[in-house]
């Protein structure tokens, strides 16, 4: 029975001691795999975990983020002080309530996160579970909201932004500074509320349902201050949509835009008249002209232009100066104003030509009275700084239907008629006839002449030389136009450039000839003739045009020419005309390197400030001046008297008009660098040129010469 019993006990506790350690290893196998789970949800979170001993302030543990965003191991990071992770310090923290802060890097670098703590017990062992959130999207997307709403309070445009609805809910600085409407005063309130079209009707539902549907709508608006006066106002909507495309918000963009209505009116009344006398300028003389027949052609009417031009105006200016014609211009506009009835206008359409329109007129004849009071006004002595100055005008007169039917057509009857009081009487008046238009015929085909010339290549260069008084050296030339028509042959500048002038078409010339003589510089270039320097004749009207200095640096750069190769010859007469804005382009020129030479010195009215500018280095003595040389004592004073100027001065003078040795002999002894003239050359062909230069195709000279004409 002991046995039994042993046996039988053994082997219980035997069943017993394999059923303990089963369990056992179920119970370890348990644990183990809570463990892992713990771990891999410890190391895959997307916050950075950190287990800190709240004894000591060091680091237990850490998952692999808070590894990472660190930059260090495991082994280097457990057992520092969790306060070596910041750059802030951790005082003051509570438990539970996140914290912002940044996170030092191992390459210095700073992340913004934000840190929630709480402590729990590892056993016996109190331990701060800190969990450390990456904030930069959050920081950067606040950083966005500040910068747009410091730009929405600092710009100058007023905004407003409303609801779904179209009530405010914001609007910026500049908003109550443009309407005196505060925020509040405007919180909730309709957007158009205090706005209206121009002409005094409400938005229109057009606006809305096309911002509705995607559009911005900008237009001009007629908006309400808080005073209760109104501006004119450019006005923006525009609206922000939810995900479902809604509208959520509608954002208004304004300005105040009084000014710059105001400013394109003065444009368009400077468009429409000129600046000088506040005349009808050409443009808008025209177009009342044109709606006057129009009338007239209705009503069986008739419509009368006149013609008038200042007879001597340029003794005026010659004898005082342009600034004293031009206020003289301005008090004629003014006494021809007052002999005009409402309705009738009066234009100018250049110099000193002026235009009245006379309007639903019985008969051309009608005029009579009307003309007889215009030259008795304008005949009556005017005073302008202190100066009286007597002038008188000439008139002509054209009338609708007889004498044209368009604007252009009467002016220009008009004008021929003046042509002929003028060369008849002048301080009188002429009615158109057809035969008065002959000479304005005359200028109207060699007009369309010219233009055909510039499509047809007819002009054509010559150069004159230019030597140097003392060696006789050729230094330069000077380019010279011609027109060779096909059917009058050769035509001189006097003959076609006051008619060009006239038309406007001097610009086109004056660049064809740059672009010519620029093309002759690099042939004779081409085919070894020694560089000399090129003067071209530059108009006061291409000169003053904004696309001047561009042309000019076109010219060159198209064939690659040192701006020195080139001078630029223009008058003091032009240079006058054109006022402050010839200080400018000189200045410009002379960046460039290129030089400028005043021509014709001396005939008009001389402004001594000129030949300080920049680029000036040359001065021309007019040929007038010349011709009495030497026996004339007045020309031989007024010569000599430029020549020690322009010495001190610092500039070369050039004369030009030189016919005798007897003139190139006092020239000579009086100091003159250069001349020009008959007794040296006359112009000359760019291959008579090129022959004169380069004699011998074998032999170049060192210096070249022009042997003078024998003594007689």
């Known amino acids: 029975m002991g046995q039994v019993l042993f046996i039988g006990v053994f082997g219980a506790a035997s069943v017993a001691l394999l059923l303990w350690l ?12 809570s463990e892992e789970r713990y771990r891999l949800l410890f190391d895959s979170a997307g916050d950075a975990i950190v287990m800190v001993d709240e004894t000591s302030g060091r680091i237990l543990d850490a998952n692999r983020t808070a590894l990472s965003w660190t930059g260090r191991s495991a082994a280097d990071l457990i057992g520092d002080r969790f306060v070596h992770l910041f750059t802030q310090p951790l005082a003051g923290q509570v438990d539970g309530k996140a914290t912002a802060n940044a996170l030092l890097g191992a390459d210095g670098g700073v992340r913004p996160v934000e840190t929630q703590s709480n402590v729990a017990s ?22 966005e909201r500040r910068v747009a709403a410091e730009a929405l309070a600092s710009i100058a445009e007023g905004v407003i932004i409303a609801d779904a609805e179209r009530r405010v809910i914001s609007t910026n600085a500049a908003q109550t500074e443009l309407t005196g409407f505060t925020q509040g005063a ?22 809305w349902d096309g911002i509705a549907a995607g559009r911005n709508w900008i237009g001009e608006v007629q908006s309400t201050r808080s005073d209760g006066s109104h501006y004119p106002e450019q006005l923006s909507i525009s609206a922000i949509r939810d995900a479902d495309n809604l509208v959520v918000y509608y954002v208004a963009v304004f300005t105040n835009i009084h000014e710059t209505k105001r400013q394109q009116r003065r444009l368009e009344h400077l468009a429409r008249h000129d600046p000088l006398t506040g005349l009808a300028n050409r443009a808008e003389f025209e177009r009342r002209c044109a709606d006057a027949i129009a009338v007239a052609e209705r009503e069986r009417l008739a419509v009368v232009v006149l013609f008038i031009d200042l007879d001597a105006f340029k003794i005026v200016n010659d004898s005082y100066s342009h600034a004293v014609g031009d206020r003289l211009l301005a008090k004629v506009a003014e006494r021809i104003r007052n002999q005009l009835s409402d309705g009738d206008v009066a234009g100018r359409i250049g110099g000193d030509e002026f235009t009245v ?60 008629a003046m042509y002929a009081a003028k060369m008849e009487e002048r301080n009188t008046f002429r009615f158109y006839t057809p ?20 499509a047809r290549d007819e002009f054509r260069l010559v150069f004159q030389p230019s030597v140097e008084m003392r060696t006789g050296r050729i230094v330069a030339v000077e380019a010279l136009l011609r027109w060779q028509h096909p059917e009058h042959g050769e035509v001189m500048p006097g003959d076609f450039i006051p008619v060009a002038e006239g038309m406007g078409m001097i610009r086109r010339i004056d660049e064809w000839v740059m672009q010519a003589a620029c093309a002759q510089i690099q042939a004779w270039d081409a085919a070894g003739v020694p ?61 460039m390197g290129i030089e400028v030479a005043i021509d014709d010195f001396g005939t008009g009215y001389s402004s001594m400030a000129y030949l300080k500018l920049p680029a000036v280095a040359y001065l021309k003595i007019d040929r007038s001046f010349i011709t009495g040389l030497p026996a004339s004592a007045n020309d031989a004073a007024i010569t000599e008297a430029m020549l020690v100027m322009a010495k001190s001065l610092g500039l070369f003078t050039i004369a030009e008009g030189i016919e005798t040795e007897a003139q ?41 010469r022009l042997v003078p004409p024998k003594r007689r």
């Open 357 to 416: 329109l006379l309007s639903r007129q019985g008969l051309r004849e009608d005029a009579r009275p009307l003309v007889g009071r215009l030259l008795a006004a304008l005949a009556e002595p005017l005073v302008v700084d202190d100066y009286e100055v007597v002038l008188s005008a000439s008139i002509g007169v054209a009338g609708y239907p007889l004498d044209g039917d368009s604007p252009q057509s009467l002016i220009a009857n008009a004008d021929a």
């Open 186 to 207: 405007l919180q909730g309130r309709r957007l158009e509320e205090t706005r209206c079209l121009p002409d005094g009707r409400v938005l229109p539902r057009s606006v």
């Open 435 to 454: 035969m008065m238009h002959a000479d304005t015929r005359r200028r109207l085909q060699m007009a369309a002449e010219l233009r055909q010339a510039l």
């Open 531 to 591: 560089p000399i320097r090129v003067a071209v004749n530059i108009s006061a009207r291409w000169f003053g045009h904004p696309a001047f200095v561009d042309g000019v640096s076109l010219a060159l750069g198209m064939r690659q020419l040192p701006a020195q190769r080139l001078l630029l010859e223009i008058t003091e007469s032009a240079m006058l005309r054109l006022g402050d804005a010839t200080a400018r382009t000189m200045q410009t020129l002379a960046t």
């Open 122 to 143: 590892w056993g016996a062992l109190p331990v701060r579970q800190a969990i450390i959130r990456d904030i930069s999207e959050r920081v950067a997307m606040e950083q």
């Open 22 to 33: 089963g369990m056992a290893r179920r119970i370890l196998a348990s644990v183990r795999g």
């Open 664 to 704: 190139h002999e006092f020239l000579l002894r009086a100091g003159c660098n250069e001349g020009q003239g008959y007794l040296y050359s006359y112009p000359l062909r760019p291959d008579e040129i090129q022959r004169l230069l380069s004699p011998s195709q074998q032999v170049v000279p060192t210096r070249l």
